[in-house]
């Protein structure tokens, strides 16, 4: 419970042990390799694995892979993680900010938008590996001519009733106004 002892960011996101290993399962079999002996969140923090990740997903959606080199570097892998999700197709809300991985602010936000790649990867049917979480509804456009469109126009719906004998009459709300002329 967030209280004045625990500093906000350690209550941004809750993370959930089950969907961390979920995501990190998925991954391990989209990218064919096991994760490092390290906590989840250290395994990702270079982004190192987030890149080969979406190479898997769309082979050369990311050119150059930073494998070594100073945190600039490892940070330059999260961002292009990143702009590759958006070119792949995950909605932009769904993706974590540097921060959240880099500094570990927000780890479930992470694991959130792995889901979100997870999601993305059913709308990509060139995909044959494995996917993560449910399949997302898809939108089911429907064409209605014109005259099926008219023909509603004149029927009123069952859920509003009927408007047999309906008036107004009898209805007063609140004090009547007192007009006064002449004044």
């Known amino acids: 419970m967030p209280g004045p002892s625990r500093p906000l960011w350690q209550v941004a996101g809750k993370r959930d042990p089950e969907q961390e290993r979920e ?15 390290v906590p989840y ?6 982004g190192i694995i987030l ?7 769309q082979p050369g959606i990311i050119s150059k892979i930073n494998v070594s080199g100073g945190d600039y570097k490892m940070m330059d892998n999260l961002s292009q993680f990143q702009n590759a999700c958006v070119r792949y197709g995950v909605p932009d809300v769904d993706l974590f900010q540097t921060t959240d991985l880099w500094d570990q602010k927000n780890i479930a936000l992470v694991t959130t938008t792995i889901f979100a790649i997870g999601r993305t990867c059913y709308k990509h049917p060139e995909w044959r590996g494995p996917f993560l979480g449910p399949r997302p509804s898809e939108e089911n456009k429907r064409e209605f001519s014109e005259q ?22 009898g209805q007063n709300f609140g004090a009547s106004r007192k007009i006064i002329l002449g004044k």
């Open 148 to 169: 099926k469109l008219r023909a509603g126009e004149g029927m009123i719906g069952l859920q509003a009733g009927s408007n047999k004998g309906a008036t107004q009459a």
């Open 41 to 46: 969140e250290l395994a990702l923090r270079d």
């Open 51 to 57: 890149c080969q990740l979406m190479n898997r997903l």
């Open 23 to 37: 995501a990190q399962a998925w991954i391990e079999s989209v990218i064919g390799q096991r994760f490092p002996a």
